[in-house]
């Protein structure tokens, strides 16, 4: 059997391939097991994802707990956070047994119709969005669950600044009274939009306000990221040199998905016996652009010129701010009215993020291709 590429770039498949985050974990650990709710706040791709996963993963919490990862990123309205939530907490409860899974199905009258079961009994979510005719009925049959269950539950809403954005005004109220009356569950809040996630968790005008733990995440330290890197190329017979992990970590700020995607293709670039140096970093990180070509020209070719514009311009600014300045406007030939719009539309399509005053492009591998063109 082949030896599986120790840099997980997608989901959490366990301690071993997890690097360090110690010191959250415990501090994450700590908080939920004695009732208090999360606010986990950081930039995508940065592991607030696998950091729930390998606290959720830990002996104190998977014997005594039922836990739950819900993410609502592609959510638009309250239906859509219902939907996934209710079928987050079926697919979980599903191999915990009959007993388990039938308390909850039970609780869910209003989708009784929507619920089909396999020749072996096992329940499916084949609930439809049109389904859920009222979603505050499903809601309330859901955390009627939550209170009743066997085993005290955490549940994670993964991008939960998603809420912020829904058409329905009391969005933020009527979670906050359901989380509030629930002592059966812990939550933890995960979002990557700083402003969004400050305004609902610490604005004393909003229904969060004073409710939770404020837990930011900040990069993985490069010495402690580069012992875990060399460890596992050691394992295999591989060596990689400290220069190289340094050039990865610098290039990417410390952001642990990239860091990871790049040291899964110098690892497979390296054979055993053989050392990675830092002369292997652009091959690798030019292979992972070659990969992504086709999706980023199609995305390209997709946006509306002034979009394209303010995109590029921002790219080779890599991090731009007053943007609507007579400096950034003449450099780049625009006009204020076209930037403002263009901003909008970058930020909706997650194209761009803003963070403290400064535009970036989002997706570094993204910005790279830009740059190259």
């Known amino acids: 059997m082949a030896k599986m590429n120790p840099f997980v770039t997608n989901g959490y498949v366990s301690a071993e391939y997890f690097c360090d985050r110690s010191t959250e974990t415990e501090m994450l650990l700590r908080y939920l097991t004695n009732g208090n709710s999360v606010a986990l706040i950081s930039p995508r791709r940065l592991g607030k994802t696998g950091l729930i996963s390998h606290s959720f993963h830990q002996n104190t919490i998977s014997k005594e707990y039922y836990t739950f990862l819900v993410d609502i990123y592609a959510t638009k309205n309250l239906q859509e956070f219902v939907f996934e939530l209710g079928k987050s907490l079926l697919n979980t409860l599903k191999p915990k047994g009959r007993k388990t899974w039938e308390l909850f199905l039970n609780c869910l009258s209003s989708l009784r119709t929507g619920i089909s ?85 610490t604005s004393p005008t909003r229904p969060f306000y004073q409710s939770t733990a404020i837990m930011p995440l900040n990069p993985i330290p490069l010495e402690t990221y580069a012992q875990f890197i060399q460890k596992h190329f050691e394992a295999d017979g591989k060596r990689i040199t400290h220069e190289a992990i340094a050039d990865v970590y610098q290039r990417f700020d410390g952001i642990t998905w990239y860091i990871q995607f790049v040291a899964n293709s110098l690892y497979s670039m390296t054979s055993s016996g053989e050392t990675c140096n830092a002369g292997k970093v652009d091959a690798a990180v030019a292979n992972i652009l070659s990969q992504l070509n086709y999706t980023y020209t199609s995305l390209l070719y997709q946006l509306p010129p002034k ?7 921002i790219c080779k600014e890599g991090k731009a701010k007053e943007v609507t300045s007579s400096r950034f406007l003449k450099t780049y030939k625009l006009t204020a009215s076209s930037v403002q719009g263009a901003i909008k539309g970058l930020l909706d399509k997650d194209f761009i993020t803003h963070e403290l005053g400064t535009y970036c492009v989002y997706d570094k591998f993204f910005e790279l291709w830009l740059k190259s063109l």
């Open 117 to 201: 079961f396999d020749f072996a009994g096992i329940p499916a979510w084949s609930v439809e969005m049109g389904d859920i005719k009222v979603p505050t009925t499903t809601l309330d049959e859901i955390f009627h669950y939550l209170s009743e269950a066997d085993k005290p539950c955490l549940i994670a809403i993964d991008e939960f600044q998603a809420i912020a954005k829904y058409p329905e005004d009391n969005v933020e109220a009527l979670l906050r009274t359901y989380t509030q009356h629930c002592p059966n569950a812990t939550f933890v809040y995960a979002g990557s939009q700083r402003h969004l996630m400050g305004e609902i968790f």
């Open 307 to 313: 979009q394209k514009e303010v995109l590029m311009a």
